[in-house]
């Protein structure tokens, strides 16, 4: 399946979360795409994100209010008459959810029942991705890559909060929105990078923090594997998703997968490592002796389905992941026009697809 400006242009989009790491990319691709986008989120959380540093206030109008306000969220909707919702609002973050598991469940389960409520309120709406993450899994620590119907689980709060919003989706899908010709999918997604994020708690932009200010990193969990893939990677795979949704409706309404290939598929360390050989400095690290909060030690995806039922498929090896995310972070740092290099980005990406 082919995303393309035929599909996309003029089609209006509700998307949550646009001020954040991936929604602020993924708004920026949609209007590349032609797309009439209404934006829902908090303010960017840091100065350099992707929302500020490309100026995207100037493209995309929208609320920047919180997920959990309903009322203003169906007001927000409904005003909108969207056609498509993509939902990437959430709390984020393991560690954070350790600290405030509250709020994590707050935003992440009963604003995405806030958003699906506000659906129902709205005829207009065809189609909606609601994106969870690859740690919805009941994590078994085996090497086998999770699938779509292997169980749901969570450890921390932030898995179990994604899981449950997995939970919740296939009921609204099957009590509420089925019958009201909405098609609703939920997507799976492994760790991404790339440029302008700036979360605390996430390795990439933790190795930029400590080796900008020449201090070694901190290593929490250096044989940990992740799927580690650049982050339009699985935005393609929303695009792809969220287009087939429309064309095909309830034959793709189910949970997918987007993850690396097993090549891909790291330890912290080795990433780390080959974070090194692009920084043009020395970049030093250490392991952290201390014992911190429990963090799935091994986890990859199986995205089978949706190579074979949606076409996606990764483009970009972990290598070519890296050298792009600092290629944006010297341009960012060189006072380059950031949403010009962003869209090269993104044109780049999009070549790769023909």
């Given at each position: 399946?082919?995303?393309?400006?035929?599909?996309?242009?003029?089609?209006?989009?509700?998307?949550?979360?646009?001020?954040?790491?991936?929604?602020g990319?993924?708004?920026l691709?949609?209007?590349?795409?032609?797309?009439?986008?209404?934006?829902?989120?908090?303010?960017?959380?840091?100065?350099?994100?992707?929302?500020?540093?490309?100026?995207l206030?100037?493209?995309?109008?929208?609320?920047?209010?919180?997920?959990?306000?309903?009322?203003?969220?169906?007001?927000?909707?409904?005003?909108?008459?969207?056609?498509?919702?993509?939902?990437?609002?959430?709390?984020p973050?393991?560690?954070?959810?350790?600290?405030t598991?509250?709020?994590?469940?707050?935003?992440?389960?009963?604003?995405?029942?806030?958003?699906?409520?506000?659906?129902?309120?709205?005829?207009?709406?065809?189609?909606?991705?609601?994106?969870t993450?690859?740690?919805?899994?009941?994590?078994?620590?085996?090497?086998?890559?999770?699938?779509?119907?292997?169980?749901?689980?969570?450890?921390?709060p932030?898995?179990?909060?994604?899981?449950?919003?997995?939970?919740?989706?296939?009921?609204?899908?099957?009590?509420?929105?089925?019958?009201?010709?909405?098609?609703?999918?939920?997507?799976?997604?492994?760790?991404?990078?790339?440029?302008?994020?700036?979360?605390?708690?996430?390795l990439?932009?933790?190795?930029?923090?400590?080796?900008?200010?020449?201090?070694?990193?901190?290593?929490?969990?250096?044989?940990?594997?992740?799927?580690?893939?650049?982050?339009?990677?699985?935005?393609?795979?929303?695009?792809?998703?969220?287009?087939?949704?429309?064309?095909?409706?309830?034959?793709?309404?189910?949970?997918?997968?987007?993850?690396?290939?097993?090549?891909?598929?790291?330890?912290?360390?080795?990433?780390?490592?080959?974070?090194?050989?692009?920084?043009?400095?020395?970049?030093?690290?250490?392991?952290?002796?201390?014992?911190?909060?429990?963090?799935?030690?091994?986890?990859?995806?199986?995205?089978?389905?949706?190579?074979?039922?949606?076409?996606?498929?990764?483009?970009?090896?972990?290598?070519?992941?890296?050298k792009?995310?600092?290629?944006?972070h010297?341009?960012?740092?060189?006072?380059?026009?950031?949403?010009?290099f962003?869209?090269?980005?993104?044109?780049?990406?999009?070549?790769?697809?023909?």
């Open positions: 399946m082919a995303v393309t400006p035929a599909f996309w242009a003029g089609r209006r989009v509700f998307l949550t979360g646009h001020t954040g790491f991936k929604g990319w993924l708004a691709w949609l209007r590349e795409l032609g797309a009439e986008v209404r934006g829902y989120a908090l303010p960017a959380s840091t100065v350099q994100a992707v929302w500020d540093a490309t100026r206030h100037e493209l995309i109008p929208g609320d920047l209010a919180d997920i959990r306000d309903s009322a203003r969220l169906v007001d927000a909707v409904v005003a909108f008459q969207p056609e498509i919702v993509l939902h990437l609002a959430a709390q973050l393991v560690r954070e959810s350790y600290r598991p509250a709020d994590t469940y707050s935003v992440n389960v009963m604003g995405t029942v806030n958003l699906l409520e506000a659906v129902r309120h709205c005829g207009s709406v065809r189609a909606v991705v609601v994106v993450s690859d740690k919805c899994y009941e994590n078994q620590e085996w090497l086998w890559p999770y699938r779509e119907h292997d169980a749901l689980g969570g450890h921390d932030y898995s179990s909060s994604k899981a449950c919003t997995e939970v919740l989706c296939a009921s609204w899908r099957d009590s509420f929105l089925r019958e009201a010709g909405v098609a609703l999918a939920t997507a799976r997604a492994g760790n991404v990078l790339g440029g302008g994020d700036w979360s605390p708690d996430r990439v932009p933790d190795i930029l923090r400590a080796w900008q200010a020449g201090d070694s990193l901190i290593l929490r969990h250096p044989r940990a594997v992740r799927p580690w893939q650049h982050v339009l990677e699985p935005l393609y795979g929303y695009l792809c998703l969220a287009q087939a949704l429309v064309e095909r409706g309830e034959d793709v309404a189910t949970a997918w997968n987007f993850g690396p290939n097993a090549d891909d598929v790291v330890t912290v360390a080795k990433l780390v490592e080959q974070m090194a050989r692009h920084w043009p400095g020395e970049g030093r690290w250490m392991i952290d002796e201390v014992e911190g909060v429990h963090e799935a030690g091994l986890l990859s995806l199986d995205a089978s389905k949706a190579r074979r039922h949606l076409g996606w498929q990764p483009r970009w090896t972990l290598e070519q992941a890296l792009r995310t600092f290629d944006w010297k341009a960012w740092l060189n006072g380059s026009d950031m949403r010009a962003t869209c090269s980005q993104i044109l780049d990406y999009q070549e790769e697809l023909v």
